[in-house]
């Protein structure tokens, strides 16, 4: 269960009050999915899975209804693999009142079996327009970024939702000074560790048990987790600083 901030002193306090900041709003959702961003919080509100209000100056400001509409929707993508359209369908269903079953898929917990789950799970996708939408940026940066491999479209033309963290990371690099052409080291480095990765878990995949491809998957997301964190332990550690 998310614990979101305390609204405020009592009955009469405002609203406003209440609400959030996106930052206020990562941190809560943190708790339980520590690799989510703000990137994909915008990403969420642009696919309308939620809709903060804005204050005059353009800030986003989210109420406890909206942090907790994002909980499920994570929870739903991380537990179920449903794609964004699925999910907002089960949402809408949720708020008529309707009883939602959700489909269960390769997680085992507490040495209980693990159900069957489709051959592929399906991730969140998404089109072009909708990627430069909620990274903010333009058709020349992309293709630019594409050039350099920093980021690359699926067979079908469409993009994994994770394209819109890496190209507002790639973004934000760019104010320092740090050119996508700079990034190629890291690309490579990044293809390296998935590549020692796949090697772990490609017999697992492989398998006919379609159990053990679902453990498959769980051990994937287990050992990305883990160089992500060993990625950036090495290079706080090679600066010399400490970060957050």
């Known amino acids: 269960m998310l614990q979101t901030p305390s609204g405020g002193a009592g009955h009469g306090a405002a ?18 999915f520590p690799e989510v961003t703000i990137s994909k919080i915008r990403f969420l509100e642009s696919e309308g899975l939620v809709e ?7 800030y986003r400001k989210f109420s406890v209804e909206d942090v907790e509409r994002l909980g499920h929707v994570l929870r739903m993508q991380r537990d179920h693999y449903l794609p964004l359209k ?17 489909p269960l898929v390769g997680r085992q917990r507490d040495g209980e079996a693990v ?39 699926l067979p079908d033309g469409a993009y994994d939702a ?7 990371l790639v973004a934000e690099l760019g104010r320092f000074g740090i050119e996508p052409r700079h990034l190629r080291v890291m690309k ?28 498959a998957e769980a051990r994937t997301k287990e050992l990305a987790g883990l160089t992500v964190k060993l990625h950036a332990a090495l290079v706080k550690t090679a600066l010399g600083v400490r970060l957050p």
């Open 15 to 32: 609203a406003t009050d209440r609400l959030m900041s996106i930052g206020t709003v990562l941190n809560v959702l943190r708790d339980e």
């Open 188 to 215: 490579a480095a990044a293809d390296r560790e998935a590549g020692l990765v796949d090697q772990v878990v490609a017999p697992l995949r492989r398998h006919r048990n379609p159990q053990t491809r679902a453990h």
């Open 115 to 153: 159900p069957e789950v489709p051959e592929t799970p399906t991730a969140a996708r998404i089109g072009r327009a909708e990627l430069l939408a909620a990274a903010e940026i333009g058709e020349q940066e992309l293709q630019e970024w594409e050039s350099y491999g920093l980021i690359a479209p």
């Open 86 to 102: 699925v999910i907002r369908e089960y949402l809408d269903a949720m708020a008529r009142g309707e009883a939602v079953s959700l």
């Open 162 to 168: 994770e394209a819109v963290t890496v190209a507002t």
């Open 52 to 58: 903060p209000r804005r204050t005059p100056s353009g």
